[in-house]
């Protein structure tokens, strides 16, 4: 007998009678599907290699953290599974609408109130993934320890096995701490998308935002909107309607730059070069022996 075909896989793992399947744009990762099942339609994430499905597992468990806090609505999870030559995620379909200035507000003030939500300690209770690389989430009480050493210093070392960076580039892990440390003066735990870009979220035919695609802990809450700024920002309502919830406080461009600083060593892990002349610009900037 031949493999199955993925939608008898699907069928057979969640239990769902799948009547049809086509592929759909959702991610630069996966392969995104939209399933016509007996009970609607659905979305479905498939993810090969050998960290497949303990990616999907990581995003769902992030969905559903994000989901508790009742600030800003995500898709519901409707599974996990491994299937024969790859995982599947399954998540309420949810019809794209119209992004508007009511739609920007909306996801402003949730994201202040869902920064509003803490922990006990940075991080989170298992490590999950910044688009397909590791990220870890070892729980620190202390901010500046955290962001160094969880954050920062996996992302260099990295850089520096593949190639991308010298030894001489890459901080000391004592002077990053000393850097973060003199950039922020007081942070406690908020609950984080961690990946908080433009195509992670969406607008519903109704006007609401989700979002998607998270990569959750629990860390200063400025690491949203500096991810958020990275690529072009969000339109300015969004920024209004955050910052009349939680004002901007002094020092966060700074603070920007130095959460930016992350984000741009990810992307010089995972696409090469072309972001190396900002990573070096900004660890410049930042740490001084």
């Known amino acids: 007998m031949g493999t199955p075909s993925l939608s008898d896989q699907i069928s057979a793992a969640f239990g769902l009678r799948v009547s049809n399947i086509r592929r759909v744009s959702g991610g630069d990762i996966a392969d995104s599907y939209l399933l016509d099942t007996g009970g609607g339609p659905?979305?479905?994430?498939?993810?090969?290699?050998?960290?497949?499905?303990?990616?999907?597992?990581?995003?769902?468990?992030?969905?559903?953290?994000?989901?508790?806090?009742?600030?800003?609505?995500?898709?519901?999870?409707?599974?996990?599974?491994?299937?024969?030559?790859?995982?599947?995620?399954?998540?309420?379909?949810?019809?794209?609408?119209?992004?508007?200035?009511?739609?920007s507000e909306a996801l402003g003030r949730g994201l202040a109130q869902m920064h509003q939500v803490g922990a006990a300690a940075f991080g989170w209770h298992r490590d999950n993934y910044i688009g397909k690389l590791p990220q870890e989430n070892t729980q620190e009480t202390d901010w500046p320890t955290f962001y160094a050493r969880r954050r920062l210093m996996p992302q260099?070392?990295?850089?520096?096995?593949?190639?991308?960076?010298?030894r001489a580039e890459v901080p000391a892990p004592e002077v990053m701490v000393r850097a973060v440390s003199a950039a922020v003066s007081e942070a406690t735990p908020a609950l984080l998308h961690?990946?908080?870009w433009n195509g992670n979220y969406l607008i519903s035919e109704k006007g609401t935002p989700y979002l998607i695609d998270p990569a959750t802990y629990y860390g200063h809450r400025e690491v949203d909107l500096a991810m958020s700024l990275l690529?072009?920002?969000?339109?300015?309502?969004?920024?209004?309607?955050?910052?009349?919830?939680?004002?901007?406080?002094?020092?966060?461009?700074?603070?920007v730059q130095l959460y930016q600083l992350y984000y741009l060593l990810v992307h010089l892990n995972l696409f090469g070069r072309s972001y190396y002349g900002s990573v070096k610009t900004l660890g410049g900037v930042f740490f001084k022996p």
Do not use: H, N
């Not at 050998?50 to 953290?65: H, S």
């Open 42 to 103: 659905v979305f479905a994430k498939c993810l090969g290699g050998p960290e497949g499905l303990d990616m999907l597992q990581a995003e769902a468990e992030g969905l559903r953290e994000i989901g508790q806090a009742k600030c800003l609505p995500v898709p519901e999870v409707l599974g996990v599974a491994a299937l024969q030559s790859t995982a599947c995620l399954l998540l309420e379909y949810i019809p794209s609408g119209g992004r508007s200035e009511a739609a």
């Open 156 to 166: 260099y070392e990295m850089a520096l096995g593949r190639g991308l960076l010298t």
């Open 194 to 196: 961690g990946d908080l």
């Open 231 to 255: 690529f072009g920002g969000f339109p300015r309502r969004f920024y209004d309607a955050y910052f009349e919830v939680l004002p901007k406080e002094p020092g966060f461009e700074r603070r």
